[in-house]
């Protein structure tokens, strides 16, 4: 785990944004809440992933 994973969180999520914004001002405003939701989902995966990378440094670290 390092700083690039905060990075790559920060840019979803600017893409997203900027994108929603885009959508919005087009009145496009169900494909905005359909974007939102498919950069959400991004952002947890890439959390439950590194969650997981935790869980299993800790059972190494405590050989469990």
Avoid: Y
């Avoid at 900027?18 to 890439?46: E, Y």
């Amino acid at each position: 785990m390092d700083i690039s994973i905060i990075f790559k969180l920060a840019a979803i999520g600017i893409l997203i944004t900027v994108v929603c914004q885009v959508l919005k001002k087009s009145d496009r405003d169900d494909i905005a809440t359909v974007v939102s939701i498919v950069g959400l989902v991004i952002a947890l995966t890439i959390a439950v992933t590194m969650i997981g990378d935790l869980f299993s440094t800790i059972r190494t670290i405590f050989s469990l």
